[in-house]
Structures are given as structure tokens and as C-alpha cells.
């Protein structure tokens, strides 16, 4: 009965921005590790960024760190990603992912969460 409902994917030149967002319902939003995913045709499903239960703690991946930025509102059962100075090799489906049991500085793995949204494509242009 989980659900988790990715959207503002698009289009959007290299330096641009993109504000992704993730809708949960159907569990206990407060209680699970939030995070981000990415997968380009052909290869491997890449950890972007997780943050916590409470929105206080939040680790992100090299690749995007001091661009991307994650939050949660838990009153709204929502997960953000602004994403700001995009470039090409950020083009992916970006996927929202739930966990009930991990936390933030081991969350890098598919193997730990627990419900994934469909996926929302971002294609960054040159």
C-alpha cells in the first residue's frame, strides 16, 4: 500500500535548476531514511543523497555535493531535491527511495530500501 510518487522532472539547460519532488502515503513517513537514486540506461542505480528521519542529517554523494541540496517535510509526507547548477552527466531517471531501517552515513545501497517511486526523468542539455 506504500506509495512513492516522483514529479518535476524536465528539461533544462546545463547551470540550470530543477526542484524535484517526492510524495509519500501509505506509511509511517517519519519513520523512514529518505533518499535519492539515479540510473542512466545501462548502468548501475547511483545513491544521490539520503537524509534522515528527522531532515537534520544528510549525506550526498561526491558527484553532487555543494549542488544538490535534499529536505523533508513531515507534517506533508514529502521529500524535496533542488537540484542547482546542473550539468549533462546529471541527465538520469531520478528515483525517490524509502527505508525503514537504515540510516544516513550507510544509506548508499539499493539493497536497503524498502519502497521506490517510478521515477521521474531529468535531462540536462548542453
Known amino acids: 500500500q506504500a506509495q512513492l510518487v516522483e514529479s518535476g522532472g524536465g528539461l533544462v539547460q546545463a547551470g540550470g535548476s530543477l526542484r524535484l519532488s517526492c510524495a509519500a502515503s501509505g506509511l509511517t513517513f517519519s519513520n523512514y531514511l529518505m533518499a535519492w537514486f539515479r540510473q542512466v540506461p545501462g548502468k548501475e542505480r547511483e545513491f544521490v543523497v539520503a537524509?534522515?528521519?528527522?531532515?537534520?542529517?544528510?549525506y550526498y554523494a561526491d558527484s553532487v555535493k555543494g549542488r544538490f541540496t535534499v529536505s523533508r517535510d513531515n507534517a506533508k509526507n514529502t521529500v524535496h531535491l533542488q537540484m542547482n547548477s546542473l550539468k549533462p552527466e546529471d541527465t538520469a531517471i531520478y528515483y525517490c527511495?524509502?527505508?525503514?531501517?537504515?540510516?544516513?552515513?550507510?544509506?548508499?545501497?539499493?539493497?536497503?530500501?524498502?519502497?521506490w517511486g517510478q521515477g521521474t526523468q531529468v535531462t540536462v542539455s548542453s
Open positions: 527511495a524509502a527505508a525503514r531501517r537504515a540510516v544516513v552515513g550507510g544509506a548508499v545501497s539499493r539493497g536497503q530500501y524498502d519502497y
Open positions: 537524509i534522515s528521519r528527522s531532515g537534520v542529517d544528510t
